[in-house]
């Protein structure tokens, strides 16, 4: 196996540039096209990797490549979900190389989608191709590909395909690399996800924009009012201060606390790699615990009146913002979005109204550990790491993961290879080509010690 890699990387490689060469960004029309390149791309190199059937599977969006491997009926099956589709690489200005013209450099891929996710679904296309060519006995379980294209978008279409192709996709556990590890040097795997409700918000004033001369002090300022409702969303100490929204957090004990706290982590390191003089967050919790096992609240877009080069002297008809919460167990994103909403409206001024919209949401997850999938992919991880794993839970959302539980009844194993400094959904996202390599290098070992065991 080691060899077969070894023979082949550079052109594993190649083909991933290639691949990342499509800018398959779901959220923007103009590149509905390239989604459906990507998606002729993937199903292109998953049956040259030897996947007996695959095919492009339509949806009421941008559609999901499905495929499949079947060594015998009575075989453990796996599915594997990943996505082909990539945020949007606005402000293009900030790269440092074109975000859809890939380059390695110091020994990190460099390009919109390398790490999420277009380059760890391509660690399971050469994974399963290494096991049909490396000499090493093949593949040793059913192995079925489902892999999206409106992950980025809130995987609008996914649930009705799998509610609707149960059959197609049964399975007795499911395997994503869409998450990270602590460290090249710190094996880890994830085994809590936080959930997620994102809502737009518009706070509307007068009919038209005023001058600010002839009506300044006299009208509400949407933008004044937005700012205020923004601010009043925390309390001096970092706790989000709408009613109700900690009633069903899930408090761990101080033991599950020190035991997370066993993890390495540098607090110098993690402000220095974001440039920040500090850490910010909820009093009485680590960086660790704020961005993994407490609910959060953060605006990611805001926006209204003049923006534009030299001045406009204008009060705005209206202010804009996207606002997202991160849950915890045993919060649910119906419950959070109806205590936004009433929250949000209940703070607004006099002289102006307020409109939310919510976009879309998810439910935290954990998984087992204990499981017979997740000490197949420890010991996966330990013989290509030469460590133990540790397990953590991550502060990102991967909605589907609650939604296989619910729709197939099963768990799900989450692999990934990537590292918090990958800059994922920013500017000068990269992979790091050991990450790549470890990555296909482990998840064979995943699917024999998966398919030996009892």
């Known amino acids: ?81 990943g996505h082909y589709d990539v945020q949007p690489a606005d402000p293009y200005e900030l790269w440092t190389s074109p975000p859809f013209e890939p380059v390695i450099k110091d020994e990190k891929i460099y390009a919109r989608g390398a790490c999420d996710d277009k380059g760890q679904v391509y660690m399971h296309v050469k994974a399963f191709e290494m096991m049909m ?23 609008n279409n996914l649930e009705i395909f799998v509610k609707a192709n149960k059959e197609k996709l049964k399975a007795d556990v499911i395997l994503i690399s869409d998450t990270g590890i602590l460290a090249n040097d710190v094996p880890s795997i994830e085994v809590g996800l936080r959930g997620l409700s ?73 402000k220095k790699s974001i440039g920040l003089p500090d850490s910010y967050g909820e009093k009485g919790y680590s960086s660790m615990e704020r961005t993994s096992i407490r609910p959060t ?34 919060q649910t994103s119906d419950e959070i979005t109806a205590l936004f909403r009433k929250h949000f409206e209940s703070i607004a001024p006099q002289g102006v109204t307020v409109e939310v919209r919510p976009h879309h949401g998810g439910e935290p997850v954990v998984t087992p550990t204990n499981s017979v999938a997740y000490k ?10 030469g460590k133990r794993p540790v397990p953590t839970r991550g502060g990102g959302s991967i909605p589907i993961v609650a939604m296989f539980k619910s729709e197939l009844g099963l768990d799900t194993v989450l692999l990934g290879f990537g590292l918090d400094s990958d800059a994922i959904h920013s500017p000068n996202e990269h992979f790091g080509v050991f990450n790549f390599l470890k990555g296909i290098e482990t998840i064979p070992h995943f699917y024999r010690n998966y398919a030996a065991a009892k």
Request: negative net charge; contains cysteine; charged residues 20%.
């Open 1 to 81: 196996m080691a060899q077969y890699l070894a023979d082949n990387q550079t052109r594993f490689l190649n083909e991933l540039m290639d691949w990342l060469r499509i800018p398959s960004v779901s959220a923007d029309p103009k590149f509905h096209a390239d989604v459906l390149k990507a998606a002729d791309f993937l199903k292109t190199r998953l049956e040259e990797a030897g996947v007996q059937h695959v095919e492009i599977c339509p949806t009421a969006g941008n559609p999901i490549v499905y495929g499949d491997y079947i060594v015998s009926p009575e075989a453990k099956t796996v599915l594997v979900y």
């Open 376 to 385: 197949a992919a420890a010991d996966a991880m330990e013989t290509t790491f």
């Open 133 to 155: 060519r490396d000499g090493q006995g093949g593949v040793p379980c059913n192995i079925k590909f489902m892999f999206e294209g409106e992950e980025e978008i809130g995987s």
């Open 198 to 270: 994102y809502h737009e918000v518009t706070v509307t004033g007068p009919n038209r924009d005023l001058h600010s001369g002839l009506y300044g002090g006299a009208v509400q300022n949407p933008i004044n009012a937005l700012c205020e409702m923004i601010a009043s969303l925390h309390d001096e100490n970092g706790h989000i201060t709408i009613p109700g929204f900690y009633d069903n957090v899930d408090e761990l004990s101080a033991d599950e606390r020190a035991e997370m706290a066993k993890a390495p982590f540098s607090e110098e390191e993690f």
């Open 297 to 330: 609240l953060d605006v990611n877009g805001i926006w209204g009146g003049y923006t534009g080069e030299g001045a406009k002297t204008v009060i705005a008809s209206q202010a804009h913002a996207k606002i997202s919460m991160r849950l915890v167990p045993h």
